[in-house]
C-alpha cells in the first residue's frame, strides 16, 4: 500500500531534549516535505526537500534540522525543542517538485515540549 | 501566490449535494487548482486537481470557469463520513511543490 509514514504518533517531552521524528514513503517520490499545523495558523511549511541531499527552507524553519540521506527518509530533527514547537507535524511526498504534483500525507505527529 | 477565499463553514444533509466555492482572483497562467480534504487528526488528502473546465472523478467534481477567478468542488450525496475540513490551494511558488493552506471550509454533515 503507497503510504508515507511517521513516527511515533504522539510524544510528550521536555525542553531542550533533542528529538526526531521519522517519515518514510515508500513510492518512491522525490520530493518531500514537513508541515506543522496550529490552531488559527492552518498548515506551515518548515522544510522541503527536492531529492537526495537537496534540501531547503520553508516558510517556519527556525529550530528545526532536515536531512534527507536516502530517498525514502525525510526525518524531522528538533536539537533542543522549546514549547512553541508544540504542534501537530504532518510529513508529505509527492511524485516530483514539478507544477501542481499532488502530495501524499502522513497522519501527522502530535508533540508536547513541556 | 494566488490567495484563495473560502467559506468559512458550511452545512449540510446526507443525500445531499455540496457545492464549495473558492475565490482566487489573482490566479497565474500557469497555476493549477487543487482541493484536499482533512478529518480531524488525519493529513490532508488529495481529492481533485483542475486546470479549466470541468475534472470529474470517483469522489467529486471540480468545475472553473471561463476566466479561472472562481472554482466550485462538488460532493454528490454527502454522507456523514464527509465531515471534514476542505482546502482550496491556487499555485505553486518558485517552481517547486509548496502547497499554502489557507483556513478552508468546515462541512459538516447532518443524519
Known amino acids: 500500500e503507497a503510504q508515507v509514514t511517521q513516527n511515533p504518533r504522539y510524544l510528550i517531552t521536555v525542553t531542550g531534549k533533542k528529538l526526531t521524528v521519522t517519515c518514510s514513503q515508500n513510492m518512491n517520490h522525490e520530493y518531500m516535505s514537513w508541515y506543522r499545523q496550529d490552531p488559527g495558523l492552518g498548515l506551515r511549511q518548515i522544510y522541503y526537500s527536492m531529492n537526495v541531499e537537496v534540501t531547503d527552507k520553508g516558510d517556519v524553519p527556525e529550530g528545526y534540522k532536515v536531512s534527507r540521506k536516502e530517498k525514502r527518509n525525510f526525518p524531522l530533527i528538533l536539537e533542543s525543542p522549546s514549547p512553541n514547537q508544540t504542534s501537530l507535524y504532518f510529513c508529505?511526498?509527492?511524485?516530483?517538485?514539478?507544477?501542481?504534483?499532488?502530495?501524499?500525507f502522513g497522519d501527522g505527529t502530535r508533540l508536547s515540549i513541556l | 501566490l494566488a490567495k484563495t477565499t473560502q467559506p468559512i463553514s458550511m452545512d449540510s444533509y446526507e443525500g445531499q449535494e455540496v457545492n464549495i466555492t473558492c475565490s482566487h482572483n489573482n490566479i497565474a497562467t500557469n497555476d493549477y487548482i487543487t482541493w484536499y480534504q482533512q478529518f480531524p487528526s488525519q493529513g490532508p488528502r488529495f481529492i481533485i486537481q483542475g486546470y479549466k473546465t470541468k475534472v470529474t472523478n470517483e469522489v467529486a467534481s471540480l468545475f472553473i470557469p471561463a476566466d479561472r477567478k472562481s472554482s466550485t468542488l462538488s460532493l454528490p450525496r454527502v454522507s456523514l463520513s464527509d465531515t471534514a475540513v476542505y482546502y482550496c490551494?491556487?499555485?505553486?511558488?518558485?517552481?517547486?511543490?509548496?502547497?499554502?493552506f489557507g483556513a478552508g471550509t468546515r462541512l459538516a454533515v447532518h443524519p
Open positions: 508529505a511526498s509527492s511524485l516530483s517538485a514539478g507544477l501542481g504534483q499532488p502530495q501524499h
Open positions: 490551494l491556487v499555485g505553486v511558488s518558485g517552481g517547486y511543490n509548496k502547497l499554502i
